[in-house]
């Protein structure tokens, strides 16, 4: 068993071997059903007594113990009579339900266990060695892991976001001058590239940038949208443009969505017509 201790001998020496029937032989021990446990989770504690039944009665006083970092739940007593080599014993246990509340070395002290023996007027006594277990901290479940890395990641593309839209505000104020199609058309370049490169995911990630490059320089429509279908349906400017170059705005950042949180790898084929649905927008 996990844990056991060493087997602790009647305290109380037998010096007349004529009456050892009537003093019976009495052993215990103690162990840990389990030796590491999380935090939060039980386990059980075990002392066994036995001795031989030859009609001696005595009484055990029932063990008290106070473990470090465990907390006694219930306690539970059984007796049972077994043979053994074709002698009779009595057992009885002592099952502890603990709980572990935090993490660290569970122990057991060591006990010093009083029993008297009818007909005796003095107490003897069993002694168990302390003894101990691990318990680690707990672990935080998967869905409160995938929950808060989900919540970072959308403080984090929140701050992209006003970034972005703060740089593109400054870009646009400090160059009057520039021509924003001739950019977009620069940049298709740079994305037309990429793609010849087989780089698809990459292009779409691009693509969804120049979108929104697009919404603010052409159409005038500020922010960094995630759901373009709900967040773009009301503004006016957006109505402006054909519901086909509404679609295809959608599109891209419905895909560049979906490849950032399912890791999605993207066909040629599908690339492709999102590549070129986003030239048709530009040339509008």
């Known amino acids: 068993m996990i844990g056991r201790s060493i087997a602790a001998q009647d305290a109380t020496p037998d010096i007349s071997p004529g009456i050892i029937t009537r003093e019976p032989n009495v ?9 590491e446990v999380t935090a939060g989770e039980r386990l059980t504690f075990t002392i066994t007594f036995r001795w ?4 001696t009665r005595y009484r055990i006083t029932p063990p008290h113990i106070d473990p ?28 502890y339900d603990l709980a572990a509340h935090e993490a660290g070395t569970g122990m057991v002290e060591a006990l010093t266990i009083n029993y008297s023996v ?4 003095s107490p003897r006594f069993i002694t168990l060695p302390a003894m101990s277990m691990t318990i680690m901290a707990e672990r935080v479940p998967l869905l409160r892991q995938r929950t808060i890395l989900f919540m970072a990641g959308a403080v984090v593309l929140l701050i992209l976001g006003f970034l972005i839209v703060h740089m593109l505000r400054k870009r646009r ?4 001058q520039r021509n924003p199609r001739e950019e977009l058309a620069h940049s298709l370049k740079e994305v037309q590239a990429i793609f010849d490169k087989g780089e698809y995911n ?14 603010f320089e052409i159409l005038g429509i500020a922010g960094m949208p995630s759901l373009p279908a709900e967040t773009l349906g009301a503004d006016d400017a957006f109505r402006q443009i054909s519901e ?24 040629r084929h599908e690339v492709r017509g999102l590549l070129d649905d986003f030239k048709a927008v530009c040339e509008h």
């Open 27 to 35: 052993e215990a021990e103690a162990h840990f059903d389990r030796s």
């Open 52 to 55: 031989v039944d030859d009609g």
């Open 68 to 95: 470090a970092k465990l907390q006694v739940v219930n306690v539970a007593t059984a007796t049972q009579t077994i043979e053994d080599d074709g002698v009779r014993y009595k057992v009885r246990t002592y099952d």
């Open 118 to 121: 009818e007909g005796e007027v």
């Open 173 to 176: 104020a400090g160059s009057e």
């Open 202 to 215: 990459t292009v779409v990630e691009r693509l969804e940038k120049l979108a929104q490059l697009y919404l």
């Open 244 to 267: 086909k170059h509404r679609a295809t705005l959608t599109k891209i950042f419905k895909r560049a969505e979906e490849a950032r949180y399912s890791g999605i790898t993207f066909e």
